[in-house]
């Protein structure tokens, strides 16, 4: 099995930079896949960014390309999510998530992960 845990979430301003981390532990065997997934209040969990065991395949949405930047740390099972210019509408729960593949799933749905993280609050006020 695999456990993921998020840090570095807060309140932050309008324009303001955030770095996220999620650190694995478990199965350190695996080599896996990662994606992070943000959820906003009334809304459905969405995909943000993927990036493959080897770290030189990513993908991202539309909403952040240009803004946030995933990257990783094999040797720390660390997967980074560093977040730039941050707007409102950035605010919400953001989860990363371990796919039991080494690539990238093209369409980022949620279903293509099997372990996920408890989440960590970011909040960008105006």
């Known amino acids: 099995q695999v456990q993921l845990v998020e840090s570095g979430g807060g309140l932050v301003q309008a324009g303001g930079s955030l770095r996220l981390s999620c650190a694995a532990s478990?199965?350190?065997?695996?080599?896996?896949?990662m994606g992070w997934f943000r959820q906003a209040p009334g809304k459905e969990r969405e995909f943000v960014a993927a990036i493959s065991w080897s770290g030189i395949s990513t993908y991202y949405a539309d909403s952040v390309k240009g803004r946030f930047a995933i990257s990783r740390d094999n040797a720390k099972n660390t997967v980074y999510l560093q977040m730039n210019s941050l707007k409102p509408e950035d605010t919400a729960v953001y989860y990363c998530?371990?796919?039991?593949?080494?690539?990238?799933?093209?369409?980022?749905?949620?279903?293509?992960?099997?372990?996920w993280g408890q989440g960590t609050q970011v909040t960008v006020s105006s």
């Open positions: 998530a371990a796919r039991t593949r080494s690539t990238i799933s093209s369409t980022g749905d949620r279903n293509d992960y099997d372990y």
């Open positions: 478990g199965r350190t065997s695996s080599r896996n896949a």
